[in-house]
């Protein structure tokens, strides 16, 4: 039976929520009663959000905290040697995650599955899940064994499935593949190694940002050191100064266009509730994120295109599809340069990593799948920027280069990647580009079928951020926070 809040409850919860936000301080512990109707709440919004089938596979949950989810990077601190600071910033941001995905799943859900609630101002919703959060977070922070217990229930999330490597007996079948992956690493690698130019099969679009202007890397160092001035030494640079590096390290692309398939474009919900591609206004997705090398923790800024489809080359091309896309990431040092440059399709697949000045790629010797590496990049000079030259069909990366700016490209926009997790419905509300198993529908490829051993649900429909299983062979996830870390080696070691 669906539990629901009577007025009385909600109007108590809400109360309590304002209060909550208006004089919480980490110090004050909330009263025993509170935590009941808050515990109450949570519970009612994740049943709807269950039963309506809305919920946001971008973070994962964690069993007996209903406040808190955990992505990757975030769990990668669980059992490390926390002080009490850092672990009072760590809790913060897990509950900060859990809030977003709230709200997120709150706004998506249908006006019916609302309606046991009275009507609600977006503001008191968001009030009351904050002050909600904070209340079942406090008791946390000064209890050594629901630390304890915490650290043992954050579980990272895997993108990849079981039952499905059990069943396809994946350490027999794994070897089908083998010479499979090594030959479509090799048709990728292989415009890296013609001499001139590719051939072009329709017309050269150059897309370039909105912002023409790079930043010197002492300035960008700046801004990411002093964001890192916090616990857990995490660059978290302001709303403006994350801007500026956006804008700073942003690639041209260079797409070879047959036709609208080859366009980028922005994504957009139909009035029937399913996402459309729409080629007449360029965007580029941005979203960061933090990877650990050593002891450091540094930033990544992600920038995510997207293509109406990939045509078939043939009647039985199982690599085609509705919707495709490309997710270019620049991870940057403290000082300021490019560690390195990496890439998947938003499926997944084709992970290639470009190596930044003073770095080499150090292949697996565990049997896990190679590790795609077409070339280190080119040195910058000042003013120039990366591009990014696409392949026309299935969007493969076929070169890159570096360049000052030019007045014959079209200017792309900026988007919020996370605008993509709560998309407007024309007259109807809200909806993900994304399912409860983070799988954009309509996307699925018929290499599914072939490929399932492996592991990886859908394989080749395109997913969300934080469910990319990048490799066929082995386990890798784009989001790790330690990928970076395994793979790259100074030249001289």
């Known amino acids: 039976m669906k539990r629901s809040l009577s007025l009385s409850t909600l109007t108590v919860i809400l109360a309590i929520a304002?209060?909550?936000?208006a004089v919480w301080h980490?110090?004050?512990?909330?009263?025993?009663p509170d935590t009941v109707d808050c515990e109450r709440f949570f519970r009612d919004m994740d049943d709807k959000v269950e039963a309506f089938t809305v919920a946001d596979a971008g973070t994962a949950r964690i069993e007996g905290f209903p406040a808190l989810r955990a992505n990757r990077f975030l769990a990668s601190f669980a059992n490390a040697d926390l002080t009490e600071r850092a672990y009072a910033a760590w809790l913060e941001r897990l509950r900060k995650l859990d809030e977003t995905a709230r709200l997120i799943e709150w706004r998506n859900l249908p006006d019916r599955a609302k309606s046991a609630l009275p009507a609600l101002a977006e503001t008191e919703i968001v009030e009351t899940v904050s002050g909600c959060g904070r209340i079942l977070t406090q008791p946390l922070k000064h209890s050594?064994?629901?630390?304890a217990l915490l650290f043992s229930k954050i579980q990272p999330p895997d993108a990849y499935s079981t039952w499905q490597r059990l069943f396809g007996l994946y350490f027999l079948t794994r070897w089908a593949i083998v010479d499979g992956v090594r030959q479509l690493q090799q048709e990728i690698r292989e415009p890296f190694l013609e001499t001139g130019q590719p051939p072009v099969e329709g017309r050269l679009i150059s897309y370039a940002p909105p912002a023409s202007g790079t930043m010197p890397t002492a300035e960008a160092a700046n801004i990411l050191q002093l964001s890192a001035a916090n616990p857990l030494g995490i660059p978290e640079p302001s709303a403006s100064q994350l801007e500026q590096l956006f804008s700073a390290y942003a690639p041209a692309w260079l797409v070879d266009t047959r036709d609208d398939n080859d366009r980028i474009a922005t994504v957009e919900m139909a009035s029937d509730g399913q996402a459309l591609i729409d080629t007449r206004q360029p965007r580029v997705y941005r979203l960061p994120s933090h990877t650990r090398v050593g002891k450091q923790v540094l930033l990544q800024l992600n920038y995510v295109v997207w293509f109406p489809a990939r045509p078939p080359t043939s009647p039985l091309d199982i690599y085609a599809g509705r919707f495709d896309g490309?997710?270019?990431?620049v991870t940057l040092r403290m000082d300021g340069r490019p560690l390195a440059y990496d890439s998947i399709h938003p499926c997944g697949c084709y992970y290639q990593?470009?190596?930044g000045a003073g770095m080499r790629v150090r292949q697996p010797q565990d049997g896990s799948e190679p590790i795609l590496t077409p070339t280190p990049l080119l040195a910058h000079q000042p003013g120039e920027r990366v591009v990014v030259k696409i392949a026309a069909g299935n969007h493969f990366i076929t070169g890159i280069a570096t360049q000052q700016p030019t007045a014959d490209s079209e200017q792309y926009g900026w988007l919020d990647y996370d605008a993509l997790r709560s998309?407007?419905?024309p007259n109807d509300g809200y909806r993900s580009l994304f399912d409860e198993d983070g799988l954009v529908p309509g996307s699925e490829r018929a290499e599914?079928?072939?490929l399932w051993p492996m592991g990886v649900p859908s394989s080749g429909a395109m997913r969300q951020w934080g469910t990319h299983a990048i490799a066929f062979l082995g386990k890798r996830h784009f989001d790790d926070p330690r990928l970076l870390d395994k793979l790259l080696r100074p030249l001289w070691e």
Not at 18 to 21: F, T
Request: proline share 14%.
């Open 326 to 329: 490309l997710i270019w990431r």
């Open 18 to 21: 304002m209060q909550a936000c």
């Open 423 to 425: 998309l407007p419905i």
């Open 353 to 355: 990593i470009f190596p």
């Open 448 to 450: 599914r079928f072939l």
């Open 26 to 32: 980490p110090l004050v512990v909330p009263l025993k």
């Open 144 to 147: 050594s064994g629901q630390r």
